[in-house]
């Protein structure tokens, strides 16, 4: 059994903890965001015939990245940074929080969420948007927090890039 | 030219000189060092020969580094342990054969050390149910509105290390974890996540110097969690109640005996937690629970309670003994009556069942059961009847059919049934007739008994017999002087008809007429005849019963003396009665 904490990071109202909640084990409420500005849930799959169990800290959302608290973010073995996409500065914060994080624990697997993909009509993450991420090689993944479109797959993903790593 | 090259061969040939010379110098001192080296080197390159140095070389290296302390375990440790792992998934069953001996008493020590666990628990709570104590903690709960277990917990419990959480300190990961069994867990991961990272906050929040540490968590009066860091991992102990301080050292201990086990695990930890399985036991060890001693001074109502179930037991055993032996008895007297055979004969839970033979005439058994302080309730009869023929039980029997009148009794020798004393006519017949026919009678002997009747009609008839009514030579007609004969006999015979009548006796009269030897016998027979008819005249001229009374004349045939005399002429020439009863003589 392998255990790895991994961090979600993302601008606020985001969509991070709509993003997860029918898709993870939960045993705290919301609140802790607002009061300790993190909480835990826990994903278990199994990628590739091992099994391992995902400690997700889902962080408060913040659009000032240098608030993110560092020693939050230690220990992690992957990161999920949520993007609406619907709100192109979130993609902003995203790569800042990205960046603060490869500072406070190095490089580390991660993925990019492009949440809200069910509101095409609003998109505003551009082509070009995604062939920046592609060249810091970030691999990004478009989902939806209404249809639950792509969050396994991004879990998935992710894993096995830990994995891998 | 040529002698330069003859100097040049003389050159050539004075440095081999010297080189040869520096040979032998150099074998001369450093030959031998050389050699050994060289045969160092040869026992070093060879891998067959170190490794037979090293095995004779290895159990005595062992056994001093066993003198020195446990790092030689400590380091081998991982490597047996993943031995055993692949020993165990290549071949599980010889590993099953291997433990097999030990496995058993270790599973019947646990159970045992569980059962005992419960019969204390259920000791614990017995007491604290029915001491005041008990009482007063249950009016606690219910004043409190909080479960009595609760209650009891509070008060009995000095502290108990419910939970202990080994977490890796760098990602937050339950690297181990173990609680008690009464407690109600939520998932350790994520508590552990969220443990992690409130110790975080907390330094985050309140700039924590550097190496100051969140170490205590405490939750209302009694419940706490310690926070023991140490380099890689921390361990948090939650606990209720109040654990001595030594306790934490004991977990300090505790998590650097980890630190060190797993040294070489901490630097490439990859999330994978198997390896640390192995600390579980020692972890569950640590889960203890420490009672408060109470002095066990037994309640008065547990006194009063142990009292009453000693009584109980102890009257219930002298009750049993007593009716056992008043069963006993009650047995040995039935089976002591005549005309009881008692077959079968037993006892259970308060319930007597008896089987056997009965004489009706037989002593009652249920007025044997009041005599004897048997219940008749209790008791299951079941008696078939049967006639005894016991002396007793005949005679008792003889007694009942026959009814025997006031003045008579009975008695059986041998199977002959004697009666004695008085009797009507009627019951001596009846006697003669039924005696025979009673079980155990053989005979009946009624020489000893005096049939009422009969003995009067006996002295009736001799009266009669002794009556002689006289007649004038040659005359048939009654003298006037024979009236007074006449009538005692009329009324004889009607006393003796009267009771021949009442009593069935069987009577008849003859009216002998005789006449003197004088003149001819035709002629004497002729007056006998007719002195009897006249005399019969006048009797049924009394209105007695004809066919009671019959004529004979004798003539003078039969006299009744012999002679020549008068007067004896005087008495032959006469009338006189004899009575048959039941077809014989009464007066022969």
């Known amino acids: 059994m392998i255990k790895k904490k991994i961090c979600m990071l993302g601008a606020f109202a985001a969509g991070k903890t709509s993003l997860v909640k029918r898709h993870v084990y939960s045993i705290f409420s919301d609140k802790y965001h607002t009061t300790v500005g993190v909480k835990i849930d826990k994903k278990e799959m199994t990628v590739s015939g091992k099994e391992i169990d995902l400690i997700i800290w889902d962080l408060h959302g913040e659009d000032d990245f240098q608030s993110v608290p560092v020693s939050y973010l230690r220990g992690s073995a992957g990161f999920i940074y949520v993007v609406d996409g619907t709100r192109r500065n979130t993609l902003d914060v995203a790569l800042g929080l990205q960046a603060r994080a490869q500072d406070a624990v190095g490089a580390q697997p991660c993925i990019m969420t492009l949440n809200k993909c069910d509101l095409r009509e609003h998109w505003e993450i551009t082509d070009e948007d995604l062939a920046r991420l592609a060249r810091n090689r970030i691999q990004a993944i478009e989902t939806s927090a209404k249809t639950g479109h792509c969050v396994e797959t991004a879990f998935q993903t992710l894993a096995a890039l830990i994995l891998e790593a | ?588």
């Open chain 2, 1 to 588: 030219m040529g002698e330069s090259a003859s100097r040049d061969g003389s050159d050539a040939q004075a440095d081999e000189l010297i080189a040869s010379q520096w040979r032998q110098l150099r074998e001369l001192l450093s030959g031998p060092e050389r050699r050994r080296l060289d045969e160092i080197l040869a026992r070093l390159n060879d891998p067959v020969r170190r490794a037979e140095e090293l095995s004779q070389a290895l159990p005595d290296a062992i056994t001093l580094s066993h003198a020195n302390g446990d790092r030689m375990a400590q380091a081998l440790g991982p490597t047996i342990d993943t031995v055993l792992k692949r020993s165990v998934r290549r071949n599980p069953a010889f590993i099953a054969d291997v433990i097999f001996p030990a496995l058993g008493p270790a599973i019947r020590k646990s159970v045992i050390a569980t059962l005992l666990g419960m019969i204390q628990s259920l000791n614990q709570l017995l007491n604290q149910t029915v001491s005041l104590r008990g009482i007063k903690w249950r009016l606690e709960a219910f004043r409190t509105h909080r479960p009595f277990a609760e209650v009891v917990l509070l008060h009995s419990l000095v502290y108990q290390v419910e939970q202990i959480f080994l977490v890796h300190r760098h990602t937050g990961v339950v690297l181990q974890h173990v609680a008690s069994l009464d407690i109600q867990v939520r998932d350790p991961d994520l508590v552990s996540g969220m443990l992690t990272a409130i110790q975080d906050f907390i330094k985050d929040s309140f700039d924590a110097h550097h190496g100051d540490t969140l170490d205590t968590l405490r939750m209302g009066g009694d419940h706490s969690v310690w926070i023991e860091q140490g380099a890689e991992a921390f361990l948090a102990v939650v606990l209720r109640g109040t654990p001595p301080l030594t306790m934490r050292e004991r977990f300090k201990g505790l998590l650097k005996e980890i630190h060190e086990t797993f040294s070489s695990k901490w630097a490439d930890f990859d999330g994978e937690v198997a390896p640390f399985d192995m600390i579980r036991p020692q972890l569950e060890n640590e889960l203890i629970v420490e009672m408060r001693e109470v002095k066990q001074r037994a309640s008065p109502l547990l006194w009063l309670a142990g009292a009453a179930a000693v009584a109980l037991v102890l009257f219930g055993t002298w009750h049993f003994l007593q009716q056992r032996r008043h069963w006993q008895n009650y047995l040995a007297k039935l089976r002591a009556q005549s005309g009881i055979v008692v077959t079968t004969a037993h006892q259970g839970w308060g319930q007597y069942y008896i089987e056997g033979l009965r004489d009706p005439l037989a002593a009652d058994p249920r007025e044997l059961m009041a005599a004897a302080g048997i219940d008749p309730q209790q008791v299951h009869s079941r008696w078939r009847y049967y006639q005894a023929l016991e002396g007793p039980l005949v005679l008792r029997r003889a007694e009942q059919i026959l009814k025997p009148p006031p003045g008579v009794q009975l008695n059986l020798r041998q199977g002959v049934l004697a009666a004695s004393g008085s009797a009507s006519h009627e019951w001596v017949v009846k006697l003669s007739r039924l005696a025979p026919a009673i079980a155990g009678v053989s005979a009946c002997d009624t020489r000893q008994l005096k049939d009422i009747q009969m003995v009067e009609l006996y002295a009736l008839a001799s009266r009669l017999s002794r009556l002689s009514i006289t007649f004038a030579s040659g005359r048939s007609v009654l003298a006037p002087d024979q009236q007074p004969t006449l009538m005692t006999a009329s009324s004889l015979i009607v006393r003796m008809q009267s009771m021949a009548q009442q009593s069935g006796i069987q009577i008849h009269i003859k009216v002998i007429g005789r006449s003197d030897p004088t003149g001819p016998p035709l002629l004497n027979l002729h007056l006998s005849q007719d002195r009897s008819s006249r005399v019969l005249r006048f009797l049924f001229a009394k209105g007695l019963d004809p066919t009671l009374l019959s004529p004979v004349g004798r003539g003078s045939d039969m006299p009744f003396q012999t002679g020549d005399a008068q007067e004896h002429f005087d008495t032959e020439r006469s009338v006189t009665f004899q009575t048959l009863i039941n077809g014989k003589e009464a007066c022969p």
